[in-house]
């Protein structure tokens, strides 16, 4: 259905004849001119619409859009709980790329054949001027698991294949240096690429790196690292969905798009916090104890109830229905609170 353009009273008029009351004109225009009413109230309504069903149209008796503002700071808010950590999660898995990368491949029985030349192009970081099939042999056993836009794993079925999703990596390492185009080194680079670009890197290199980067990097006892290293892949493109929710300012607290991940992270969690979560089913603040525990903060069984300690003292206004709703999409409904 084509929907016309409406100013902010046409907006809040379609808000009131759907039966949202609203106590100040004045506060929720300023509110619809800073975040817009696609986001700010298609975002969070669902809570407030009758049998939480969008498609009816119509608000819950009393609901007001004093309690949508509200809903809308406490996402606003966990957004905020979530990006400081993401962030030193980054870092840290950059840094364990870099290191590790460098590390593993100096063990590496082919590494130790090479001529003196070779090495010390690796060693700079020079990994491209080095053959591909040479890369394989020291560090990208992997290198035939390819990411399509679905997040499907599909398989290389040639070289050439190969070598164009080589170049994305290639090209990510050229930077413009005044007159002539220079190749940075990979330990360079990587702190400037993607999360999604690191992500996909950490996907293609063998699978004793990765194992080095988790147990290294973030302080996860061996045995532990060759359970999880099959699953990290997902959980990392997760927090890479829940990245792009927080940097493009979408909905979070409902937009965790886990269940094709949540098999892989279930796993994760089970090594790292409860082996006797029994249900599969991963929701968005499993995920923010998973962070916080390999993120490795020293105060890290407190930190984990960040995100119910807000849930705790926020939604002041909202009836008990409504919280429980919420609740329900962030930590699903046998979680106690």
Same mark, same amino acid.
């Given at each position: 259905m084509k929907k016309n353009f409406k100013n902010f009273s046409s907006q809040i008029k379609l808000l009131e004849d759907r039966g949202l009351l609203i106590k100040s004109h004045s506060v929720l225009t300023t509110f619809l001119k800073t975040y817009n009413y696609e986001h700010c109230i298609n975002g969070y309504n669902d809570p407030f619409f009758h049998a939480f069903d969008r498609k009816t149209n119509k608000y819950q008796i009393k609901s007001s859009s004093e309690q949508?503002?509200?809903?809308?700071?406490?996402?606003?808010?966990? /957004?905020?709980?979530?990006?400081?950590?993401?962030?030193?999660?980054?870092?840290?898995?950059?840094?364990? =790329?870099?290191y590790y990368l460098h590390e593993k491949i100096q063990e590496n029985s082919h590494f130790k054949k090479m001529s003196e030349d070779e090495k %010390?192009?690796?060693?700079?970081?020079?990994? @491209?001027?080095?053959? $591909?099939?040479?890369?394989?042999?020291?560090?990208?056993?992997?290198?035939?698991?390819?990411?399509?836009?679905?997040?499907? /794993?599909?398989?290389?079925?040639? $070289?050439?294949?190969?070598?164009?999703?080589?170049?994305?990596? %290639?090209?990510?390492?050229?930077?413009?240096?005044?007159?002539?185009k220079t190749k940075v080194s990979i330990?360079?680079?990587? $702190?400037?690429?993607?999360?999604?670009?690191?992500?996909?890197?950490?996907?293609?290199?063998? +699978?004793?790196? /990765? %194992?080095?980067?988790?147990?290294?990097?973030?302080?996860?006892?061996?045995?532990v690292s060759e359970e999880i290293y099959p699953?990290? @892949?997902?959980?990392? !493109?997760?927090?890479? $969905?829940?990245?792009? %929710?927080? @940097?493009? +300012?979408?909905?979070? !607290?409902?937009? @965790?798009?886990?269940?094709?991940?949540s098999k892989y992270i279930h796993k994760i969690y089970v090594s790292l916090i409860?082996?006797?979560?029994?249900?599969?089913? =991963?929701?968005?603040?499993?995920?923010?104890e998973i962070l916080i525990i390999l993120i490795n903060k020293k105060n890290w069984k407190s930190e984990t109830k960040n995100i119910k300690n807000l849930f705790s003292k926020s939604l002041k206004t909202l009836n008990p229905e409504q919280k429980q709703y919420i609740k329900n999409k962030i930590f699903g409904s046998k979680t106690k609170i």
């Open positions: 949508i503002i509200e809903f809308f700071m406490f996402d606003e808010d966990l /957004k905020k709980i979530f990006m400081h950590d993401l962030l030193l999660f980054e870092q840290k898995f950059s840094t364990g =790329i870099i %010390k192009k690796i060693i700079n970081g020079d990994l @491209f001027e080095i053959s $591909l099939e040479e890369l394989k042999l020291l560090c990208f056993e992997n290198f035939n698991l390819l990411i399509d836009k679905k997040n499907k /794993k599909v398989e290389c079925n040639s $070289l050439l294949n190969e070598l164009q999703v080589w170049e994305i990596f %290639k090209k990510s390492c050229i930077t413009l240096n005044k007159e002539n330990w360079k680079s990587c $702190l400037s690429w993607t999360f999604g670009l690191k992500n996909d890197f950490f996907l293609i290199l063998s +699978n004793d790196i /990765k %194992k080095k980067i988790i147990s290294s990097c973030f302080n996860i006892k061996k045995e699953c990290f @892949f997902e959980f990392i !493109y997760a927090l890479q $969905l829940i990245r792009n %929710k927080i @940097f493009h +300012n979408d909905v979070l !607290y409902n937009k @965790f798009s886990g269940e094709k991940q409860d082996s006797k979560k029994i249900n599969n089913k =991963i929701y968005l603040n499993d995920i923010y």
